[in-house]
């Protein structure tokens, strides 16, 4: 099957996304940021994808860097060989209203969730061209399309990304390199689980299916365009968000 990098893949989204590709058979490279408590929670889920009989290895680098994206790019080929897909998960939120939100939180955001979309899809890339295959499927959000107040960083960040999920599928398409992205709603985790009961009801009012999304529901949608059957897909955003907007 090929070998698969997960950006931010130590817990939340990203390891439902590791275990699911595992699961599919392909050897796992898990990015994280190199932080005490991922170094643990990254090793762990390695070993959950090992169960499924892949190869699962963990590369620490801070994927907004260039630098640290060169050398983890350099060491997973050094150690894999190929790379076959790539999913540009590691995302973070700080939020605040516009007018109260400092230019370094803004700065932070736009680096972490969107300069490291250019850092690893430049250099994962390019491994990918002169395979003349791969498929890259960056994770946007329903942020990024149609906005939310208190968030203008993170849907600048979001948004950005749909632009430049079609702009590299153009310069990538003719190498038999595809290039999607998936766009999340209000998906159970961490962030949503320390929301008040009241807070958790507003926002669930305009979700048709009246639930949160569950990471794996996330993880199966990756897994499709990682795979054989969404080969003619690409520059596509695919919305998973139980019917927030039609
Ligand atoms: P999460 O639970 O906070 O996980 C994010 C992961 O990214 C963590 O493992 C984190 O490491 C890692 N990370 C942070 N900065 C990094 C960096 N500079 N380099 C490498 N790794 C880094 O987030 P999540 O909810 O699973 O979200 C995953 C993606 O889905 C994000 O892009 C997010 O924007 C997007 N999304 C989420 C939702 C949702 O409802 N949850 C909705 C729409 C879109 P640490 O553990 O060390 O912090």
Do not use: H
Not at 126 to 155: C, E, F, H, P
Not at 177 to 192: E, K, L
């Amino acid at each position: 099957m090929g070998t698969a990098v997960i950006t931010g893949a130590g817990r939340g989204i990203g390891s439902a996304i590791a275990q699911r590709l595992a699961e599919d058979g392909f050897d796992i490279v898990i990015n994280d940021i190199n932080s005490d408590t991922s170094i643990k929670s990254a090793g762990e889920i390695a070993g959950k994808c090992r169960a499924f009989g892949v190869k699962a290895e963990c590369f620490f680098a801070d994927v907004s860097k260039y630098s640290e994206c060169e050398k983890m790019v350099s060491d997973i080929k050094n150690s894999f060989g190929s790379i076959d897909v790539l999913v540009n998960n590691a995302g973070i939120t700080r939020d605040g209203l516009m007018v109260r939100m400092s230019e370094e939180n803004y700065d932070l955001v736009i680096a972490i969730n969107q300069k490291s979309v250019f850092n690893m899809m430049k250099l994962v890339g390019a491994v990918m061209m002169k395979q003349k295959s791969g498929r890259i499927i960056n994770i946007s959000s329903v942020v990024g399309l149609y906005g939310n107040k208190g968030q203008v960083n993170y849907s600048a960040s979001k948004a950005a990304i749909v632009g430049m999920t079609k702009s590299a599928a153009k310069e990538l398409g003719s190498r038999g390199i595809t290039v999607n992205a998936v766009a999340p709603g209000f998906i159970r985790s961490d962030m949503t689980d320390s929301l008040s009961s009241e807070q958790k009801k507003l926002m669930l009012d305009s979700v048709a299916m009246k639930r949160y999304g569950d990471a794996c529901e996330i993880a199966g949608a990756v897994s499709f365009l990682a795979g054989k059957d969404s080969s003619y897909i690409t520059g596509q955003v695919i919305e998973i968000s139980g019917g927030l907007v039609m």
